[in-house]
């Protein structure tokens, strides 16, 4: 267990910093992908994809395409498959079935705009031209468009799969069946989430450049995880990763779609080495929309054990999931985290789930920001049904089920371990700051629309060590590594396998290695998203990268700090250096109680040590730098309550959010500025995705939300202004005690918009299990109640 220090007052830990990036990207010079200049002789790419949802692949007919000036060349999966290996999504997890994916399909595609051939030309227009050219001999199939249709086997989508079902998991601890025998009353809840997709500001692209003479590949591509994706190239085009550089330009969103390398990318950077001729691609928003990636589209129901106040004696959870047609990640890889935490805040020792993923012919599905989001909005919701069920008020439920300081170190049924987590604590603070009492009388007043007042507790999963890896069947490593030298002059530069997309990655996690270190900030600088520069790390998913890039950086800089600070006392002729600290770049020193400066900076620390090895102390190497790879706990978790308040039109199904408050601990936070702008980005995504949005497919399994007029995102107008309040309480188990916090407003958006919804509609009689709470979904569910009554 590590025992943070207190950070130092005055230190950079904790200042509400303006970000560094922003100047350049306010000012327009940025530097996106589409600001790299295309090399000389570079081609443009388009790809042709399947107008079907289900069909075999026929003769593919490249004559007229490749007629049409400027086409270099029209290339197919069989091309392709020549130089890409395929994927095998096959780990050693009990109840997943195997799958294998071709860099494109040869055989059968499976869902619409699944790509079958490459069009690459000297410009984007001839390579739209030539691919509108393209003929593929069609054999329609059968489509299998939900988890109902994927049941009656009408159809496979992957022939290794047999009856669709691609993975089943199942758990329980040994007292559930007595926790509800004894019950006095068994409370059922359904709850559904609609498929959506990640809307990045900036959708894909890569810039792939193949030099023949050094076989040496560079891929320039917007990419959270710089060195898992060059491992992934590299093994898929059988290379050796000193073969493959990655450079990550700026970003513009990710949200978990731009992780790994997905096959649009394996082919453009296939095509270059095939052609020896930089290559580059970039992403429409209709292909981004429909082919990139999906998630959220799953079905839960629970039924819960409690006695007639409200308590919770045990809860089972079946879990239904749309994973779409092929296999990016390991089919379990989200339900299975659901499954795990999803009795979050509460005193909960009896607890059982069964999880099974299904095959549709849909666009495949991956991690998407908070892809767990879905737990807390099931745990609220239940303890909400719970109320409604006994007549009780859902914040004295919640109360009587909440885990408090006294129940700390907490393990969970499912052996997660809670420590610095304070549910109770921000469960109040929420309550009192959005006014819940008057709310309440509120409703009981006559009124012309319906009010409702939601509440979600998150219990945020953070910085997924490598042990929580295995302790849940899912192959990966959870470490991050750190970089730090001094150079000289006393500047400072650090690195960590992250790389930023949107995060102010530049910023908190200088923030965190000037901590560490004792430097100054204006001398320090951040180095991340280029795979020949920075260490190897995990990159940046989930919320981990506060706390394992910044904990890394911050140990890194300890661990070169006490170099430093040897060095100092042999300068200062002491015998040790007891007594000696660096702070904001000077050397001080302990005299009868007080903090006195020496007179030593650490730029004549960094002279000495680079240029002047001699006045070292006897046995120590030149030069100042550190290398430090730093493996976080299993699970550390964060929590925030939100409360949501919103008003209904009857007439019409208006849903209008009147205010949101966020009450959050997420242990010591780096840059309070960040924060703030983390929690209203995450929020926001998770009431955009509440209310509106809806990757929809129609019932033969044709795509239907293609652009922006189909696919609904929240505007500014459509979302309230958030209040934030912090409870912060470090981790005593990660370096300063941060814990991470970039994931949980998405989980309690979506968890207090849907319970708020309820708690209005509830008025009439009406409820809601599925998103998106639209208003003709509303509409639509108080008609039928008046038709019914």
């Known amino acids: 267990m590590i025992v943070p220090p207190p950070p130092e007052p005055g230190g950079p830990l904790g200042k509400a910093l303006r970000r560094r990036e922003d ?6 010079q940025g530097r996106f992908l589409d600001d790299i200049p295309a090399p000389p002789g570079c081609l443009h790419a388009v790809f042709v994809r399947s107008p079907h949802p289900h069909a075999r692949i026929g003769p593919i007919d490249t004559a007229a395409a490749r007629a049409v000036p400027g086409v270099a060349a029209v290339l197919t999966g069989r091309d392709l498959g020549a130089i890409v290996a395929p994927l095998r999504m096959a780990p050693p ?31 984007r227009s001839a390579a739209e031209d030539a691919a509108e050219l393209v003929q593929v001999a069609w054999d329609p199939l059968p489509a299998i468009a939900s988890i109902a249709q994927a049941k009656q086997a009408a159809a496979l989508v992957d022939p290794a799969v047999p009856g669709n079902r691609v993975s089943r998991q199942g758990f329980a601890t040994p007292g559930l069946d007595a926790a509800f025998a004894r019950a006095d009353r068994v409370v059922e809840a359904r709850f559904a989430q609609q498929r959506q997709t990640h809307v990045p500001l900036e959708p894909r692209g890569v810039l792939a450049i193949w030099d023949a003479g050094r076989e040496h590949l560079t891929l320039r591509v917007g990419t959270q995880a710089p060195h898992p994706y060059r491992s992934a190239v590299a093994s898929r085009l059988r290379l050796k990763e000193f073969q493959v550089t990655v450079e990550s330009p700026e970003m513009g969103g990710g949200f978990g779609q731009k992780i790994i390398p997905l096959r649009e990318d394996l082919c453009i950077a296939a095509a270059s080495r095939l052609l020896n001729r930089p290559v580059r691609w970039r992403e429409t928003r209709a292909e981004n929309l429909m082919t990139a990636m999906m998630a959220r589209e799953e079905t839960i129901v629970t039924r819960a054990a409690v006695a007639t106040d409200g308590r919770l004696l045990g809860l089972t959870c079946a879990m239904e999931v749309d994973f779409g047609a092929w296999s990016f990640f390991p089919a379990n890889y989200m339900a299975r985290v659901v499954a795990m935490i999803l009795p979050g805040p509460y005193r909960l020792r009896d607890y059982g789930y069964d999880v099974q993923v299904w095959l549709t012919n849909k666009c495949p599905s991956g991690p998407m920001r908070a892809p767990m989001a879905v737990t807390s909005w099931v745990m609220e919701g239940t303890m909400d049904a719970v109320a409604r069920e006994l007549g009780l008020d859902p914040l004295a439920v919640r109360r009587i089920n909440s885990i408090g300081d006294a129940d700390l170190p907490f393990t969970t049924a499912t052996g997660e371990r809670y420590d610095a ?12 700051a959005i006014g819940y009492d008057a709310l309440r009388a509120g409703q009981a007043q006559p009124r012309d629309r319906l009010l409702g007042i939601g509440l979600c507790t998150v219990v945020e999963s953070t910085t997924y060590g490598s042990a929580f890896y295995r302790a849940a069947g899912i192959p990966g490593s959870g470490h991050e590594v750190a970089t730090m030298r001094v150079e000289p002059s006393g500047a400072v530069i650090a690195s960590c396998g992250l790389m930023g997309s949107g995060q102010g990655y530049e910023t908190s996690l200088a923030q965190a290695a000037a901590a560490g270190l004792g430097a100054a900030l204006d001398d320090l600088v951040i180095q991340i998203g280029h795979s020949d520069i920075a260490p190897y790390g995990m990159g940046s998913r989930g919320s981990r990268g506060a706390a394992a890039g910044g904990g890394a950086l911050y140990m890194a800089g300890q661990r070169l700090k006490a170099k430093v600070l040897a060095i100092a006392a042999a300068m200062l002729d002491l015998n040790s250096a007891a007594g000696l600290d660096l702070r904001d770049g000077v050397v001080l020193r302990l005299v009868e109680g007080a903090w006195v400066e020496t007179g030593l900076s650490l730029a004549q620390v960094a002279r000495t040590a680079h240029l002047d090895p001699l006045r070292l102390p006897p046995g120590m190497e030149p030069g100042l730098h550190a290398v430090l790879a730093y493996d976080p706990p299993a699970m550390t978790y964060a929590n925030s309550t939100h409360a949501c308040a919103v008003e209904i039109d009857p007439a019409t199904g208006a849903l209008r959010v009147l205010r949101h408050v966020v009450a959050e601990d997420c242990g010591t936070r780096i840059n309070p500025l960040i924060v703030a702008g983390q929690t209203h980005g995450a929020t926001a995504m998770g009431l955009s995705g509440a209310m509106m949005e809806h990757a929809a497919y129609a019932e033969d399994g044709q795509a239907v939300a293609g652009s922006f007029m189909d696919y609904a995102i929240a505007r500014a107008d459509d979302l309230p202004a958030f209040e934030l309040s912090h409870h912060d309480t470090p981790s005593p188990s990660t370096p300063a005690g941060i814990k991470g916090m970039a994931e949980g407003g998405t989980m309690g958006g979506i968890g207090a918009l849907m319970n708020a919804v309820n708690d209005a509609l509830a008025r009439a009689g009406v409820h809601l299990d599925s998103g998106p709470a639209t208003p003709a979904r509303i509409w639509a569910a108080l008609q039928a109640a008046k038709d019914t009554a």
Do not use: E, K
Request: net charge neutral.
């Open 23 to 28: 100047r350049r990207l306010l000012m327009g």
């Open 421 to 432: 987590l304070t549910p109770r604590a921000t469960l109040d603070a929420a309550a009192a």
């Open 93 to 123: 997890i009990a109840g997943l079935l195997p799958m294998d994916m071709p860099v494109l399909p040869t055989d059968i595609a499976r869902f619409v705009g699944d790509p079958v051939a490459l069009v690459l030309a000297a410009s």
